[in-house]
């Protein structure tokens, strides 16, 4: 709407702008011309509306001279044009200068009329107040509204709300993105400490797996055999020192039973089986100690792989909880400013509520000017019908009065006499005395015998006669034209026959010319043999022909039965005959004889010289038949890579010349010309 495009940086001037624009002030202003049609078309709109193309729109705004005169009549600082007093988007400016371009706003009603009748301006002019002079002589005027309850005012103002309305309403989303950034942040805070719980949860449990596993129940086994191992040690040792007594014993046993030689050797070689019992036992103990040391060292190294990975979970954890931690400041900074967003979101509903109480109020307040506009708009339309009928009834009496008159006109060229006696209308005791007679009761009498008019007009039909009449003529030229085509017709059929007739000789004429040269034509291509062109049994030549060949005295049935070679000879034969029957100067034939007999090609050559005496041939062929029957021979082939073309004529000897003469000169594709 133009309305929506403009300030008024003055309200003093919006009554003036107001009265200035009128209607076009609701007009809708778009792009171009294709955007106006198809709102037109299908934006199903409820009311009449005018459009303003931008790409379209023609204004006659005025000129900076009429100002300065204006200016110059009654001051600076009283005159101005409209469209100076407004404040709109460069792109509009088409349609603000169609809206108000061509008046001018002064600041009182005096110097409005001054400047609108000056000689030298001519223009509508409007004052503060609302009052407008137009150049034809019109003043406009009366009883307005103040300043500050102008459309324009109120359209102004209503726009400044909506536009703190929309800042507050942006301020609310940003907000809300605000609120959905620390929604998703508080959701992600849930997350990492749904995940270090869970962490916990399985450090725990790896710490439960790691005693009830194999490593652990080994490192057990290594404590214990360790304990064992020191235990054996000790034995070993105590056996050490056993064996050591033990031979010393024996030593004092050998001192003192030297004379016991036999007890003593008894009692040495027991004391030998036991000490070689105790180092076979020494040896089976030092062994398991060896398999028992291997199995721990083992053991050993998957328990420092065991606690190297606790380490590393410890240190996991560690590193989760320190992340926990940043979380739960960074948690604890963002509900801080969650509370604080909410806070400001709080007011700036508040806000939004009162601004939308307000944008209520002037909604209301709109849409009570919008009815008055329309109770307004409804009477303007219903005096301008009104005004529109008494035109009307005016020219329609004016009519009426103007055929009065030249039916009166028309009655005193049509009889003379109303001139000499229209002195004696309306005197008593006359003939046209009209209070005796009275018009009206002659005009009801006049219509009484009208209607018995009409009722017998409806009965009898008063144009019969002359219905009759043309009926009548009509019939003759009718008549006279169905004579001619008939004539035409028969005309037309006798020159059908006689075109028929000679369709028929000139059938039977080339009929009976075709088959006899083709019976000629094929005796001399294939020697003992006959052929024809008959009718089917039952029929005429107009019907159809079909070919019959016959060998000696035997026809055969049908072309199937014939060879290759045969079949070519007859139709080439019917070309022929149908050539010779209206001969050409020229013929040109490329290969006829590719697929036949040496003997054929010499048939075809000799058959050309004898049937076709008065044309010229042009054949081109690769076989000597044809080669001994031509005048002149045109030979191709190749030299040094190039191919050449060399004439020679033949005598008559030379065509009579044996094969072998001919092929000798032959080097390629030969081209004969035969006459």
């Known amino acids: 709407m133009a309305a929506k495009l403009i300030t008024v940086p003055d309200q003093r001037h919006a009554t003036a702008l107001e009265v200035t624009a009128g209607s ?12 106006a049609k198809q709102l037109l078309d299908k934006g199903q709109l409820r009311n009449r509306t005018t459009f303003l193309p931008l790409d379209k ?34 792109v509009d400016r088409p349609a603000i200068q169609f809206v108000f371009g061509s008046t001018l706003v002064c600041r009182t009603s005096d110097h409005a009329k001054k400047v609108c009748f000056d000689p030298q301006i001519r223009c509508k002019t409007v004052s503060w107040d609302g009052d407008l002079f137009d150049p034809s002589g019109t003043l406009t005027g009366g009883s307005r509204a103040s300043g500050n309850n102008s459309v324009l005012v109120r359209l102004q103002a209503f ?30 805070y849930q997350q990492v400490s749904e995940e270090v719980f869970l962490k916990e949860r399985e450090a725990e449990q790896f710490q439960q797996r790691i005693e009830s596993s194999t ?16 235990t054996a040690k000790s034995a070993v040792e105590q056996s050490k020192e056993t064996e050591k007594k033990a031979v010393a014993k024996c030593k004092e046993v050998q001192e003192k039973m030297k004379n016991a030689k036999q007890l003593r050797e008894k009692e040495l070689k027991a004391a030998e089986q036991g000490v070689a019992k105790s180092k076979t036992k020494s040896e089976e ?60 979101a709080k007011e700036a509903e508040e806000a939004v509520k009162e601004k939308r109480k307000a944008l209520q109020a002037f909604s209301k307040e709109i849409s009570r000017c919008a009815q008055e506009q329309k109770g307004l708009d409804k009477e303007k339309s219903e005096a301008i019908i009104t005004l529109k009928e008494l035109e009307h009834s005016m020219g329609v009496l004016h009519k009426e009065s103007k055929e009065a008159a030249h039916h009166v006109h028309q009655l005193k060229q049509k009889f003379e006499w109303i001139e000499s006696e229209r002195e004696f209308f309306g005197q008593p005791n006359t003939a046209y005395d009209f209070k005796a007679n009275d018009p009206v009761e002659a005009g009801r009498r006049l ?51 006689e075109l028929d007739e000679k ?17 000629s034509i094929f005796g001399s291509l294939l020697p003992g043999s006959k052929a024809r062109l008959a009718p089917p049994e039952g029929m005429t030549v107009l019907d159809g022909l079909e070919f019959r060949v016959a060998f000696g005295d035997v026809w055969k049935d049908n072309l199937s039965e014939l060879s290759g070679g045969q079949r070519s000879l007859v139709a080439l034969s019917l070309i022929l005959a149908m050539l010779l029957f209206k001969p050409a100067p020229l013929y040109i034939l490329d290969e006829i004889d590719a697929a036949l007999d040496l003997s054929h090609t010499q048939n075809i050559g000799q058959m050309l010289r004898t049937h076709f005496r008065n044309s010229q041939f ?20 190749f030299v040094d890579g190039v191919s050449t073309v060399t004439r020679h004529v033949q005598s008559t000897s030379s065509r009579h010349a044996a094969p072998a003469t001919a092929k000798a000169s032959s080097a390629g594709s030969k081209r004969a010309k035969l006459r």
């Open 285 to 344: 103990s030092l062994k398991q100690l060896k398999a028992k040391e291997q199995e721990a060292e083992e053991l050993k190294l998957e328990a420092e792989s065991l606690l190297q990975d606790v380490d590393a979970l410890q240190k996991q954890l560690a590193g989760m909880e320190e992340t926990m931690k940043v979380l739960q400041k960074e948690l604890e900074e963002h509900q801080s400013s969650v509370d604080e967003a909410k806070a400001s």
């Open 447 to 497: 219509s009484k015998l009208q209607e018995q008019k009409e009722k017998l007009s409806k009965s009898v039909n008063m144009r019969a006669m002359n219905m009759l009449g043309k009926a009548e003529e009509k019939y003759q030229d009718l008549m006279k034209k169905k004579k001619i085509v008939e004539d035409d017709k028969a005309k037309i059929a006798r020159v059908i026959e």
């Open 618 to 637: 042009v054949v081109v062929s690769l076989k000597d038949g044809m080669f001994n029957n031509a005048n002149v021979l045109f030979k191709t082939k």
């Open 24 to 35: 076009k002030l609701y007009n809708v202003v778009v792009a171009n011309e294709g955007t």
């Open 159 to 188: 726009s400044g709300r909506q536009a703190e309305y929309d800042g507050k309403m942006q301020r609310i989303s940003e907000l809300d993105s605000q609120l959905q950034k620390l929604a998703d942040m508080s959701a992600k």
């Open 215 to 230: 490593h652990h129940q080994q490192l057990e086994k290594l404590k214990e055999l360790q304990t064992t191992i020191d």
């Open 57 to 90: 729109i023609q204004s006659n705004p005025i000129s900076d001279s009429i100002v300065q005169r204006a200016q110059q009549l009654v001051g600076k600082e009283n005159v101005a044009s409209a469209l100076s007093l407004v404040k709109y988007a460069a």
């Open 503 to 519: 369709k028929s000789e000139a059938l039977l004429t080339a009929y009976q010319q075709v088959n006899r040269d083709f019976c």
